[in-house]
């Protein structure tokens, strides 16, 4: 492994890091995509593994023993640091692990996300990167073939975003519509029933709702403030609810994802 020694925090090999937001860091490279960033042992190692290309690795030293392995013959310039120089380089004042900058992989084609799914989720407006992370880390783990977002929904490649979902972003394939809510009108072509996940009046409770006679559906869920435009309401072919208790209005999309994947993930057997 190429390790160096980093103890000025403007050394530009470390460019990438210092202070870099994720726009930058999206926009700003030389190959046309950019980078994103991943943090984390865990999230480095599940971004290898899906199989995007490292450009360097800033660490403090604790992390190099565990990174050998995962880096050994890649030709990764990995950047060690101290504590304090690594917050003065990054701004962030906790590390939970090791950065690592990855290529930006170019953007899939929503016809290449909808071929042989069976079940998508699909985001519209979601805004906070957090709730993305969250977002993919269930469609991932509850049976979801794919996630589709609507053009205003944040970039799922940002570092929080990245992090919050332990590096299951990768785990699916995602796209995003050119234009919504035109963008409905490929799920009907493709023969997707649309779900609308809804905590207003009028909706069919999800434990009602056969979702196992379903060949194909595509679960919408709302913006974290007002929830689903009129217009998707309007679109959809079914509203579906989790009933709630306690005087609670509704969930956070992240939760609601959670168990609306859990029930309309099953399929036709
Ligand atoms: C924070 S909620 C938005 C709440 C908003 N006041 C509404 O009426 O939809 C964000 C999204 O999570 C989903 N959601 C939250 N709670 C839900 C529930 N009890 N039933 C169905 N969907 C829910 C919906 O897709 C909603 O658009």
């Given amino acids: 492994m190429d390790v160096c020694q980093i103890t000025d925090p403007t050394d530009p090999r470390v460019r990438e890091f210092a202070r870099m937001r994720d726009p930058q860091l999206r926009d700003s490279l030389a190959d046309g995509y950019g980078a994103f960033l991943a943090e984390g042992l865990v999230v480095v190692e599940r971004t290898l593994r899906a199989g995007h290309r490292p450009r360097r ?50 953007e899939r084609a929503v016809a290449d996300v909808l071929a042989g799914a069976r079940r998508l989720v699909v985001l519209e407006d979601t805004v906070n990167p957090t709730n993305m992370g969250v977002l993919f880390r269930c469609a991932a783990g509850l049976g979801i073939d794919g996630v589709l977002l609507t053009p205003r929904c944040t970039d799922p490649l940002y570092r929080r975003s990245v992090r919050a979902s332990m590096g299951e972003i990768f785990a699916i394939g995602w796209a995003r ?33 056969d979702a196992a006679a379903v060949d194909r559906l595509a679960v919408l869920l709302g913006t974290e403030g007002p929830g689903l435009s009129d217009a998707a309401l309007a679109a959809a072919d079914v509203r579906l609810s989790i009933p709630m208790s306690n005087g609670v209005d509704s969930l956070n999309v992240g939760a609601a994802a959670a168990v609306a994947c859990w029930v309309l993930g099953r399929r036709p057997s």
Avoid at 70 to 85: D, I, K, N, Q, T
Avoid at 178 to 186: K, S, V
């Fill in 57 to 106: 690795v800033l660490t403090e030293a604790r992390w190099v023993e565990a990174l050998e392995p995962l880096l050994a013959g890649r030709g990764v310039p990995v950047h060690v640091a101290e504590r304090s120089v690594l917050r003065a380089i990054t701004g962030y004042p906790e590390h939970p692990g090791p950065l690592a900058t990855f290529d930006r992989p170019p």
């Fill in 177 to 209: 519509f050119d234009a919504w809510p035109d963008g409905l009108a490929a799920l009907r072509g493709a023969g997707f029933t649309v779900a609308a996940m809804t905590p207003g009046p009028g909706s069919v409770p999800l434990d009602a709702y």
